[in-house]
Structure formats: structure tokens, C-alpha cells
């Protein structure tokens, strides 16, 4: 059985109840959290990456966002907008 948790001021608090009698043997095997490198850290948002396009649409419908499918594909509209 495995049990995850984290270390907080020096005792370890599981996620989920665990109801184990006590004089239970456990053991704690500690998980190393991988060292992110700076290019990972400074990896763009996609917000970000997308900043060069985001807002420029123009002329399109008021309920573009909402039936897009139906704008791209000729799908039926949505109950809501009938």
C-alpha cells in the first residue's frame, strides 16, 4: 500500500485518512523533486507565445466563441442561442 503526503513543519501529513493500528511498521522512502533547468524555467506561457495573434480577428459574428462549430464545420447551433 502506498500513501503520498508532503513534509510540513517537520511531520509528514498524508493526502487521504489512513487508519492503520498503532504499532503499524511503516516505511518513508523520500521522492527527490527534479531540478527544472533555466530553459525549462523560462519557457514562454502560451499566452505569451500567442500574444502576436490574440485579439486581431476582426468582423467576426457576436457568438463566434460560443458556436464555432457551427461557423467552421456547419454544425447545428447550440439549444442556448435559438
Do not use: C, F
Request: glycine share 8%; charged share 25%; net charge negative.
Amino acid at each position: 500500500m502506498t500513501y503520498r503526503g508532503l513534509v510540513k513543519e517537520g511531520q509528514i501529513v498524508v493526502e487521504e485518512l489512513i487508519d492503520l493500528p498503532d504499532g503499524t511498521p511503516v516505511q518513508i522512502e523520500i521522492w527527490e523533486t527534479p531540478q527544472q533547468s533555466e530553459d525549462e524555467v523560462n519557457v514562454p506561457t502560451l499566452a505569451e507565445r500567442m500574444s502576436g495573434i490574440i485579439g486581431k480577428a476582426e468582423g467576426l459574428p457576436i457568438d463566434a466563441a460560443r458556436e464555432h462549430d457551427h461557423y467552421l464545420y456547419g454544425a447545428p447551433r447550440s439549444q442556448d442561442s435559438l
